[in-house]
């Protein structure tokens, strides 16, 4: 079945400077690679998410790469603020079966020093 | 509030007791997943349905385990005869019918089994 591999599992990194996360995966048909970002004690919530039509998105602080070839995504986070503390989950889905379940990483634990 | 609703948000039970949750998706989403959530740990896929059809069920998913969503539209989880093991964060999410599968999150039933 599909797996979702995710390093590293924690990260600290001085305010203002960047943070990378990266993730594999298994299923050559995943085409939908969103992330999530769980502070303590409450739900995921999608920050960004991208298909596999392209190679890479932004928003702001945050853009996310893909490499479908050698089945590779991250998530770069620049000029970090201490609110980006928190659990980060990197996922994959195969948008186009009608199962579409989500498979998660095991998270990345990311903590901003002041 | 417009959200993924969940209830109850904690339940503590002995072992071997039944228990039910309960989910409200987001009013016009037809897809409806159940995920579990322990400590440190990414969601767990559980089990989907698209309207009132369960359509895909995990092998994490005992015959202990039964969800029901009869109207297409909120659905419950039950667990029979509870065991330590299953103690964990129960997570409800619904999306819509599309070819991607952004699926928003409710904010989870907490299960502690004594």
């Known amino acids: 079945g599909e797996n979702v591999e995710q390093h590293p599992s924690t990260l600290s990194v001085q305010e203002g400077d960047s943070a990378v996360i990266k993730c594999t995966y298994s299923?050559?048909?995943?085409?939908?690679f969103p992330w999530y970002k769980q502070e303590l004690g409450k739900r995921p919530q999608l920050i960004i998410d991208?298909?596999?039509?392209?190679g890479e998105k932004k928003d702001q602080r945050i853009a996310v790469t893909l490499n479908k070839t050698a089945k590779h995504f991250s998530l770069h986070i620049t000029e970090t603020q201490p609110e980006d503390s928190a659990v980060y989950f990197c996922a994959a889905s195969d948008g186009y079966s009608s199962a579409s379940k989500i498979i998660f990483g095991s998270g990345t634990r990311l903590s901003i020093r002041p | 509030d417009t959200g993924v609703s969940q209830n109850p948000r904690h339940k503590i039970t002995k072992r071997g007791q039944n228990v039910t949750f309960r989910c409200d998706p987001i009013?016009?989403?037809?897809?409806l997943y159940w995920y579990r959530q322990t400590l440190g740990q990414g969601p767990e896929f559980l089990t989907y349905f698209q309207n009132e059809a369960q359509l895909e069920k995990s092998r994490l998913l005992s015959d202990r385990f039964s969800a029901e969503r009869p109207k297409g539209s909120f659905s419950t989880l039950e667990i029979q005869r509870t065991e330590q093991g299953d103690s964990a964060m129960y997570l409800c999410?619904?999306?819509?019918?599309?070819?991607?599968?952004?699926?928003?999150f409710g904010p989870g039933t907490r299960l502690t089994v004594l």
């Open positions: 299923d050559s048909a995943s085409n939908y």
């Open positions: 999410a619904s999306s819509l019918t599309s070819d991607y599968n952004e699926q928003f």
């Open positions: 009013s016009e989403h037809n897809r």
């Open positions: 991208i298909r596999s039509n392209v």
